[in-house]
């Protein structure tokens, strides 16, 4: 397994496993706390795993946490998805930038997205599985939703959307958002 930076992204990472295919299907590790401790994170810092099944053209988010953020590990473990995640860190060099990635089961690749950075996906297969890796327990009390289609943001979704959350439908802008946490 090695490790990549996201250069539009400070602190984010895309772990690329190795898998060994034979005629059975395939096998690879798709965490190892060495090659994480190697890009400065804390292996053991990780509280809760989740996964989301969606159906082709189901998009979630752009999803992120109030207070003390929430950083995350996000892989597509079956299916696939278009993913996206926007630095929304005022101190980060790379504060309103976008990263888009193409996770699928085939290549097991794993995004890190650290806290203070929105993120979403849309499926992109009839069945798309996605595996969490989170570093503190889910409060609902500090979700925080921003609208898939702000064209401030101007995501480019490669389908169209057939469902989404009545949160996420609701979503406000990311110019509220922002005035929100200002005010």
Known sequence: ?????????????????????DERG?????????????????????????????VRGVLRGLHLRSGAGEAKLVRCSYGQVFDVVVDLRPDSPTYRNRAFFDLSGETQVTV????????????????????????????PAEDVTIAF?????????????????????????LAEILRHREG
């Open 1 to 21: 397994m090695k490790a990549t930076e996201v250069p539009s992204i400070d602190g984010a990472f895309l772990f690329e496993p190795t898998p060994y295919a």
């Open 26 to 54: 395939f096998f690879c590790r798709t965490f190892d706390a060495d090659v994480v401790r190697s890009v400065g994170l804390d292996p053991d810092g990780f509280a809760q795993d989740s996964v989301s099944r969606s």
């Open 149 to 173: 289609d702000d064209p401030e943001l101007a995501i480019p979704w490669p389908l169209p959307v057939v469902s989404m959350s009545e949160r996420d439908r609701k979503a406000p802008s």
């Open 112 to 139: 890190y997205v650290p806290a203070g950075c929105a993120h979403g996906f849309q499926a992109l297969t009839d069945t798309a599985d996605v595996s969490y890796r989170i570093d503190r327990p889910h409060d």
